[in-house]
């Protein structure tokens, strides 16, 4: 299918309709006006569009739709701590990475907190597939509200469009670790891809754009048998969601988390052509909301000394449910799991949350790799970060210096 091409006269139109004067733009949104990314196919924008655009894409005038999820007045704080000692030079790695911001809590302090690419603490950057592993908090949300009655419903229990299709015989345990064995394409250099085509794809009338699609897929393995990374079903979890609790998925984020957890900044959420929010993404945040995100779920996803999720749920969501084929890694509910009991939250062209819970760790990656979505060399130093932040914790526990 063609994508559709927005002029460069139509962007400044919409940018700056009415009396708004270029002048009156903040940097962002002129850079982005600058480069005019002018299609909605990000996979394949080159990389000082990306630079431009992940830093705002709830103001691009072609991707613009969006809802808010509102900040509480009470921002919990995040004292600093003393600088981390690490074996490494930290700006090579983040010249290496085109890191645009980079946070290291320990503890709950603040122990390193760097950005680049003239990005700063008060930008909001996208989240790619870093929004997985929120949209499955919600999902254990909505099962200690009772929206969701168990996790081993059928999807099509809540969606009534998706009976009679493939997804009739998957449960919403299988949607959240992938093993749905519904046919599904992610690979982002193919322009012919599913994860390249659903959000161009035309619904039928009054049916939600990814579930007209997603309906029609066929089966490729038995549900339950299979592990295989889908965009498009994250994407339906949400629908799921936003179901069974009746409200918008940027207004539970707000409700359960964002509000309650102490967030300091809004959040937007981009939504699809049928206005549902795309939850397998796209979840624009401050860096410093994102590492709220990650301790409050090391802190068990309490507010005020309750749970938001059942007894249980988060232990089962963090810890290995499916085997992804790869040594010492698996898959969880929407998190990727380690042998070593880390886990992490991955988004395309470098955005990440790694925790460590026995270290007490939360780490905070935006980025826009070099090397594309799924940048090899980029991927394996940060790990190797990941493996020096952890180095350098305990060093300073044997040496007593941390405090």
Same mark, same amino acid.
């Given at each position: 299918?063609?994508?559709?091409?927005?002029?460069?006269?139509?962007?400044?139109?919409?940018?700056v309709?009415?009396?708004?004067?270029w002048?009156?733009?903040?940097?962002?949104?002129?850079?982005?006006?600058a480069?005019f990314?002018?299609?909605?196919?990000?996979?394949?924008?080159?990389q000082?569009?990306?630079?431009?655009?992940?830093?705002?894409?709830?103001?691009?005038?072609?991707?613009?739709?969006h809802r808010?999820?509102?900040?509480?007045?009470?921002?919990?704080?995040?004292?600093?701590?003393?600088?981390?000692?690490?074996?490494?030079?930290?700006?090579?790695?983040?010249?290496?990475?085109?890191?645009?911001?980079?946070?290291?809590m320990?503890?709950?302090?603040?122990?390193?907190e760097r950005?680049?690419?003239?990005?700063?603490?008060?930008?909001?950057?996208?989240s790619?597939?870093v929004?997985k592993?929120?949209?499955?908090?919600?999902?254990?949300?909505?099962?200690?509200?009772?929206?969701?009655?168990?996790?081993?419903?059928?999807?099509?229990?809540?969606?009534?469009?998706?009976?009679?299709?493939?997804?009739?015989?998957?449960?919403?345990?299988?949607?959240?670790?992938m093993?749905?064995?519904?046919?599904?394409?992610?690979?982002?250099?193919?322009?012919?891809s599913?994860?390249?085509?659903?959000?161009?794809?035309?619904p039928?009338?009054?049916?939600d754009?990814?579930?007209?699609y997603?309906?029609?897929?066929?089966?490729?393995?038995?549900?339950?048998?299979?592990?295989?990374?889908?965009?498009?079903e994250?994407?339906?979890?949400g629908?799921?969601?936003?179901?069974?609790?009746g409200?918008?998925?940027a207004?539970?984020?707000?409700e359960?988390?964002? +509000? $309650? @957890? %102490?967030?300091? *900044?809004? /959040? !937007?959420?981009?939504?699809?052509?049928? =206005?549902?929010?795309?939850s #397998?993404?796209?979840?624009?945040?401050?860096?410093?909301?994102f590492?709220?995100?990650?301790?409050?779920?090391?802190?068990?996803?309490?507010?005020?000394?309750?749970?938001? +999720? $059942? @007894? %249980?749920?988060? *232990?089962? /969501? !963090?810890?290995?449910?499916?085997?992804? =084929?790869?040594?010492?890694? #698996?898959?969880?509910?929407?998190?990727w799991?380690?042998?070593?009991?880390?886990?992490?939250?991955r988004?395309?062209?470098?955005?990440?949350?790694?925790?460590?819970?026995?270290?007490?760790?939360?780490?905070?990656?935006? /980025?826009?790799?070099?090397?594309?979505?799924?940048?090899?060399?980029?991927?394996?130093?940060?790990?190797?970060?990941?493996?020096?932040?952890?180095?350098?914790?305990?060093d300073?526990?044997?040496?007593?210096?941390?405090?």
């Amino acid at each position: 299918m063609k994508l559709k091409t927005v002029t460069l006269v139509g962007l400044l139109t919409i940018a700056v309709a009415g009396t708004v004067g270029w002048f009156s733009l903040d940097k962002e949104t002129r850079g982005i006006l600058a480069e005019f990314p002018t299609n909605r196919d990000v996979l394949f924008w080159k990389q000082s569009q990306r630079d431009a655009a992940f830093r705002a894409f709830d103001r691009l005038p072609f991707l613009a739709k969006h809802r808010v999820v509102q900040a509480g007045t009470t921002p919990s704080p995040l004292p600093p701590g003393p600088p981390l000692a690490l074996p490494l030079d930290v700006d090579a790695y983040m010249q290496g990475q085109r890191s645009a911001a980079l946070m290291v809590m320990h503890d709950g302090q603040v122990r390193l907190e760097r950005y680049g690419l003239d990005f700063d603490a008060n930008g909001r950057w996208t989240s790619f597939s870093v929004a997985k592993s929120i949209t499955s908090t919600l999902v254990g949300a909505a099962v200690r509200d009772g929206f969701i009655k168990s996790m081993d419903d059928k999807v099509s229990d809540y969606i009534d469009e998706m009976k009679g299709s493939a997804y009739d015989d998957v449960s919403i345990r299988q949607l959240l670790t992938m093993t749905s064995g519904i046919q599904w394409n992610e690979d982002y250099s193919d322009r012919n891809s599913d994860v390249a085509r659903f959000n161009n794809h035309q619904p039928e009338p009054g049916v939600d754009a990814l579930v007209s699609y997603l309906r029609k897929l066929p089966r490729a393995a038995p549900a339950g048998t299979r592990w295989l990374y889908s965009t498009g079903e994250t994407n339906l979890v949400g629908v799921l969601v936003s179901r069974a609790t009746g409200k918008p998925l940027a207004s539970y984020l707000s409700e359960k988390i964002w +509000v $309650p @957890a %102490g967030m300091e *900044q809004k /959040a !937007t959420w981009m939504l699809s052509k049928t =206005g549902q929010e795309i939850s #397998g993404c796209c979840l624009q945040a401050a860096t410093r909301d994102f590492a709220r995100f990650g301790q409050f779920v090391l802190g068990g996803a309490r507010v005020n000394g309750q749970s938001i +999720v $059942p @007894a %249980g749920w988060l *232990q089962d /969501a !963090t810890t290995t449910r499916a085997s992804i =084929g790869l040594p010492g890694r #698996g898959y969880g509910y929407q998190w990727w799991t380690y042998d070593d009991g880390t886990i992490a939250a991955r988004g395309i062209f470098g955005q990440g949350i790694f925790l460590d819970p026995v270290r007490k760790l939360v780490i905070v990656s935006n /980025a826009n790799w070099r090397g594309g979505a799924r940048d090899a060399e980029a991927n394996a130093a940060r790990d190797a970060f990941y493996a020096a932040v952890q180095q350098a914790v305990d060093d300073e526990a044997a040496a007593g210096t941390s405090r």
